[in-house]
T-cell receptor
Framework: GAVVSQHPSWVICKSGTSVKIECRSLDFQATTMFWYRQFPKQSLMLMATSNEGSKATYEQGVEKDKFLINHASLTLSTLTVTSAHPEDSSFYIC?????????????FGAGSRLTVL | AQSVTQLDSQVPVFEEAPVELRCNYSSSVSVYLFWYVQYPNQGLQLLLKYLSGSTLVKGINGFEAEFNKSQTSFHLRKPSVHISDTAEYFCAVSEGGKSTFGDGTTLTVKP
């Protein structure tokens, strides 16, 4: 079945630094990827939709200059948290959607836990 | 606009007992419905999905769900739970390629 790899799974950084999280579709081409943020004991909050070869579409209230998304190929999307602050600490999850009949089925990465000191 | 309501935030149950996790949705058009499971510090894993056809869908780990259009529900059931089923469960609706998730139900299976 479809597999999405997310890296790193854990990252700790100092306040003011930038962190990059990668999301890769391993055995299929993902024309669309999604980035979510999840706070403890809460549901997933969609941050942005990443389309290969075009600019990401951000949800209302998400700072696009702070959360940079790049989807340069059909198998890789990256999320860069720029100038991270402690309030950016969270669990970030990506998902990928392939084309065709299964277009509404999402495959999720394992998530990346970011801790900003 | 689509929305999902998971009616129970926490469901405690004893091992080998049956369980039902409730999910109601609202949507303006035909929908696709999903149940996902999340174990601690992990991503979401698809349990089952309803895209079309039979309203009773079977998924992995012995779970099943029934799509009820008149009641706009998609409740998840398992006839006999195991300790390993302890996890967070999310119901989701997909419309136009965008998914909306419920707030989640914490299933705790006790010995």
């Amino acid at each position: 079945g479809a597999v999405v790899s997310q890296h790193p799974s854990w990252v700790i950084c100092k306040s003011g630094t930038s962190v990059k999280i990668e999301c890769r579709s391993l055995d299929f081409q993902a024309t669309t990827m999604f980035w979510y943020r999840q706070f403890p004991k809460q549901s997933l909050m969609l941050m942005a939709t990443s389309n290969e070869g075009s600019k990401a579409t951000y949800e209302q209230g998400v700072e696009k200059d702070k959360f940079l998304i790049n989807h340069a190929s059909l198998t890789l999307s990256t999320l860069t948290v720029t100038s991270a602050h402690p309030e950016d600490s969270s669990f970030y999850i990506c998902s990928a959607r392939s084309g065709g009949y299964g277009a509404n089925v999402l495959t999720f990465g394992a998530g990346s836990r970011l801790t900003v000191l | 606009a689509q929305s999902v309501t998971q009616l129970d935030s926490q469901v405690p149950v004893f091992e080998e007992a049956p369980v039902e996790l409730r999910c109601n949705y609202s949507s303006s058009v035909s929908v696709y419905l999903f149940w996902y499971v999340q174990y601690p510090n992990q991503g979401l894993q698809l349990l089952l999905k309803y895209l079309s056809g039979s309203t009773l869908v079977k998924g992995i780990n012995g779970f099943e769900a029934e799509f009820n259009k008149s009641q706009t529900s998609f409740h998840l059931r398992k006839p006999s739970v195991h300790i390993s089923d302890t996890a967070e469960y999310f119901c989701a609706v997909s419309e136009g390629g965008k998914s909306t998730f419920g707030d989640g139900t914490t299933l705790t299976v006790k010995p």
